[in-house]
Structure formats: structure tokens, C-alpha cells
């Protein structure tokens, strides 16, 4: 029998598909549509059961859509490998505290990234809390969120705000 849980997430998927082919914007706009609403689907599916997980899905995939609209609207594929090599360098080997910067000499784009904490789950998994800016055209936005070391060694930010 098919979990509820995946059901809700593939309910949640199918609405930003058809959303995303409302869109009218590039590539990247659509693109980080897409991974968000995924991405926040497949959080929101963690909370509650029943109708109140249908709640999370639909409200994790808004949010996520939303978010990843909004980043995908500024950063481009250089952007965005930028930002992700320096983030699994920090999440690896940089101490608490420690805020690492990439920039993208082509777009001018550029990002910190600073863990604030580190901790193991109850599963044994390593994960850091952390604080990032990304500033696009001379302005700056901020989020907080957390990743965990994944059993291929990489990192992966399981949740963010």
C-alpha cells in the first residue's frame, strides 16, 4: 500500500507543475519554482498526519515555491554552484562562527555562509545550523536553516527560512 505520506507529496508536486506552466518567467524563475515547492512538499509531508499533513504538504509547497521562485529569479546555474561549493566546504571543516564568502566575478552576485551550530541526531547523523546572505544587485537577504552530512559524505540543508 502506497504511504500517505507520498501521496501528499505528489499532490503537492503536481500542483507546482501545474502552476509552473502558468509562469511566465525564465528558466531559472521556473526552475527554482520547482525544486522549492518539491523541496517544501517533501518537508511539509513531515508534520502531522491525516488532514493536517495534507496541510504542511500544501503549505510546505507554497512556501518552498515561493522562496525557490525568488532565489532562482537572481542567481544563476554559476550562482548557485558558487554558493553550494562554498556551503559544503563550511558545513565540513569550518568552526562554528566562521563565515565563508563566494562571489561570482561574472554576475557580481555573492553570499556568505556562517554554521552556528553543530549537532548529532538521535540517529547518529551530523548536522549544522546556519545563517546565509545572498546579496543580488546590491541587496542583501538573509536566511537561517539547518543540513545534514548525508552517508555520501555530502551535505544537504534539510530545512531553511
Known sequence: MVSH?????????????????CMTGGPKETGGTLLGGIGGAAIGSQFG?????????AA?????????????????????????????????????????????????HSGT???TKTFQTQNGQYC????????????KQQGYGTACRQPDGSWQIVSNN
Open 60 to 108: 510546505g509547497t507554497l512556501l518552498g515555491a515561493f522562496i525557490g521562485n525568488s532565489i532562482g529569479s537572481s542567481l544563476d546555474k554559476a550562482d548557485q554552484m558558487y554558493a553550494d561549493k562554498t556551503a559544503q566546504k563550511s558545513f565540513e571543516s569550518a568552526p562554528s562562527g566562521q563565515t565563508q564568502r563566494w562571489a561570482n566575478p561574472d554576475s557580481g
Open 5 to 21: 505520506k507520498y501521496v501528499s507529496v505528489i499532490a503537492g508536486i503536481a500542483v507546482i507543475s501545474t502552476l509552473s506552466g
Open 113 to 115: 555562509i556562517t554554521p
Open 49 to 57: 498526519k491525516g488532514t493536517g499533513q495534507l496541510v504542511g504538504v
Open 128 to 139: 549544522r545550523e546556519f545563517t546565509q546572505t545572498i546579496e543580488v544587485g546590491g541587496k
